[in-house]
């Protein structure tokens, strides 16, 4: 069915139905939504108004006949769903409730709670959230291994993360253990025993998480056709939002929920499929054509959000991926201006361009919540989180905590408060608690013990007996006391980026390794937090600088409302966000795309998230040069995603590197003293 249908036609179809479809949609709109069935993909771009599609849709199936309790639409946030069923309410001027909405996890609930038997569940069964999936999986491993093993085992929290993705992607553990853990890839055997033992432990307790409120649907479905013949009937219509997120598991639920007719319509964006890392399957929206006959696909290419200089680069920038549905994003607007590529000498000074920006930018009348800045990686806002600090300019981080509040910042710093305050008992009971068999009571012990004048000097000739510690925490404790003796030398406490490093090789990379989930990303954190510390003459130095960056929150600092924040956001975080001015830093080769990097596609596909994410004005940032761990200042080269766009799409300048002269006079003051505050020499002192 063409994608243009003649308004004669549009009008006849509409005598039909209350809502006004020709007057409320565009023409490629109106075709998706009036399509009579079937499978059907429809390719939203950035802007185009899926969520009106998909409102539209099932207004228009209740107004043909179709009962609502029939219609199951799938959205990956509760949140998504609600909002489509209000609005659909609003459209009808009915109450669209009985219209079964929500996420995968929620419509998987709510089918088992009927078929639980089936599966080996009760109707009572419980749900295990994230924390109790990670507390019985610590009981899994214990049974597996019971005795203290001979090659350290990842931790319950990180087993979890790694079975999760495999339940959700299909794949093998010995792929997903090369791929997210290879330091675990040898004890594949045993990890395998460990999760059957967590299956059995769940099955025993009448209980499921999250993955299996997906898993057992699917075996629902495969195993019983007379229930999968039952549900295909009672749901004649699906509706599935973002398809280009879904994982192997949900697409095929999704397959196998149809009935006879088919009746299923994807809504995705394939140039915006992001999140392979969370196990989302890019195949799953390019193949769906492929795996359903007589598929029908639309286009929706006319986007209300950004200017047509914006969309011109965009689209070019698309342009160059081979895996992809072909289409190129219009404008309904005609004015804009080009994006602007800025090039800058260092990190330092693209977080002052910034700032300066976003002041100017303000004061002409752009208020700070409309503007974002956006990046690859969370460490690639480290500079900038520390311009605004000292700007005093508030700003909100969309992609997770301010730098210094993220855990494996605090774990790095705690050695290195420590070491500098050996009366600090907060950061000891930190670090130590990290180490194994040590908890807040046997840390607390471990403190009386080193009770003292020095601490610190106390703890490396304390013997171990005294303190009754058990064999674990013994052995912790004599791995502990070498690297924080070598943290506490005079050579590493005038070196603060060596002595990151140093905590960072002596213990917290494997311990991140085997603890956290993203560990990479994290210790790139690290590694940016290191290069900081290199700017400061010692330890001391280092950690005031650090406080004072920490406590200052920038709130009320240029005037505005305390809710008028500047957003920094990470490009996953900001999918399905818009704003008025956007910011894209780093765009380097090794920043964005990312060094590490396996598909390159998917970084372009990232970097048309971050473009398409501006209304009105796009700034295209990168440092000419930066800093690695030895001091040396290496030239960056540019972004491919930016030196394959033509260059008439772009304005680009380039800020050459302005030195102050330096100031020697004392400008006069106009602060007086309190009268409590004279100078002590004074004669009336005394």
């Not at 890392?277 to 195949?283: N, P, S, Y």
């Amino acid at each position: 069915m063409s994608d243009r249908i003649r308004r004669a036609d549009r009008t006849e179809l509409h005598d039909r139905h209350r809502v006004d479809y020709v007057h409320d949609l565009n023409e490629q709109q109106y075709a998706a939504v009036m399509h009579p069935g079937g499978p059907m993909l429809v390719l939203a771009g950035a802007g185009t108004g899926k969520t009106r599609t998909l409102v539209y849709r099932a207004g228009r199936l209740i107004e043909d006949g179709v009962p609502p309790g029939q219609i199951l639409l799938l959205t990956f946030t509760n949140k998504a769903a609600r909002e489509m069923l209000d609005r659909v309410g609003h459209l009808l001027d009915r109450d669209a409730g009985r219209v079964h909405g929500g996420t995968f996890h929620s419509a998987g609930h709510r089918i088992l709670r009927r078929y639980a038997k089936e599966v080996g569940y009760s109707q009572r069964f419980s749900i295990l959230d994230r924390e109790d999936a990670g507390d019985l999986m610590g009981h899994a491993l214990a049974d597996v291994s019971p005795e203290v093993p001979k090659r350290r085992l990842p931790r319950p929290r990180l087993l979890v993360n790694l079975y999760s993705f495999v339940i959700n992607t299909g794949h093998e553990l010995e792929e997903v253990l090369l791929d997210r853990s290879p330091q675990f890839y040898d004890q594949a055997e045993i990890i395998a025993a460990i999760f059957k033992r967590y299956l059995e432990r769940k099955r025993n307790a009448d209980l499921m998480d999250f993955d299996d409120l997906l898993l057992n649907w699917l075996l629902l479905l495969k195993r019983y056709p007379d229930i999968r013949r039952r549900l295909a009937t009672a749901y004649s219509h699906i509706l599935v939002d973002e398809y280009q997120d879904t994982n192997r598991l949900q697409a095929d639920i999704v397959d196998a929920m149809l009935g006879g007719d088919r009746n299923v319509m994807v809504v995705g964006d394939d140039a915006q499929s992001i999140y392979a890392f969370r196990g989302a399957d890019f195949e799953n929206i390019l193949s769906f054509p492929e795996r359903h006959s007589g598929c029908t696909v639309f286009r929706l290419e006319t986007n209300y959000r950004s200017t047509p200089p914006i969309l011109a680069l965009a689209n070019a920038s698309i342009a160059h991926n081979e895996r992809q549905f072909k289409k190129e994003l219009r404008s309904i607007r005609n004015d804009g201006e080009t994006p602007t590529e800025v090039v800058v000498p260092s990190p330092e000074h693209q977080a002052s361009w910034v700032a300066d920006t976003v002041l100017e930018l303000r004061e002409e009348g752009i208020e700070l919540e409309e503007m974002a800045v956006l990046y690859r990686n969370h460490s690639h806002s480290f500079d900038l989180q520390v311009e605004l600090t000292r700007r005093n300019i508030p700003f909100e981080v969309r992609s997770g905590l301010r730098f210094f509040e993220h855990r494996h910042v605090k774990d790095v710093l705690a050695h290195l408060r420590f070491v500098d305050n050996p009366r600090d008992e907060i950061s000891f009971a930190r670090l130590m608690k990290l180490r194994p068999g040590f908890g807040p009571r046997l840390t607390a012990r471990l403190w009386q013990a080193m009770a003292g004048a020095d601490p610190l000097e106390r703890l490396l000739h304390l013997d171990p007996s005294r303190v009754d510690l058990p064999k674990t925490a013994r052995s912790s404790l004599g791995a502990a006391r070498p690297l924080l003796e070598e943290l506490a030398q005079p050579s590493i406490l005038g070196r603060p980026g060596e002595a990151v490093r140093l905590v960072v090789t002596g213990f917290y990379k494997d311990w991140a390794r085997g603890n956290l989930e993203n560990s990479g990303t994290r210790l790139e954190d690290i590694e940016q937090l290191a290069l900081f510390a290199d700017g400061f003459p010692d330890v001391a130095a280092f950690l005031s600088d650090v406080t004072l960056l920490n406590d200052l929150s920038g709130e009320d600092s240029v005037g505005g409302p305390a809710d008028e924040v500047l957003t920094l956001s990470s490009a996953h975080q900001a999918k399905g966000l818009e704003w008025r001015v956007v910011f894209i830093l780093w765009l380097a080769e090794g920043r964005f795309p990312s060094a590490r990097a396996e598909d390159m596609e998917e970084e372009r596909r990232l970097f048309y998230v971050a473009v398409t994410r501006a209304r009105d004005r796009l700034f295209l940032l990168r440092p000419e040069l930066a800093r690695d761990r030895y001091r040396v200042d290496v030239l960056l080269d540019p972004s491919r995603f930016v030196s394959e766009i033509p260059d008439d799409l772009r304005d680009r300048i380039v800020i050459a590197e302005e030195r102050d002269e330096e100031q020697d006079l004392l400008p006069a003051g106009r602060y007086q003293l309190p009268g409590f505050l004279d100078d002590p020499d004074d004669d009336e002192v005394n």
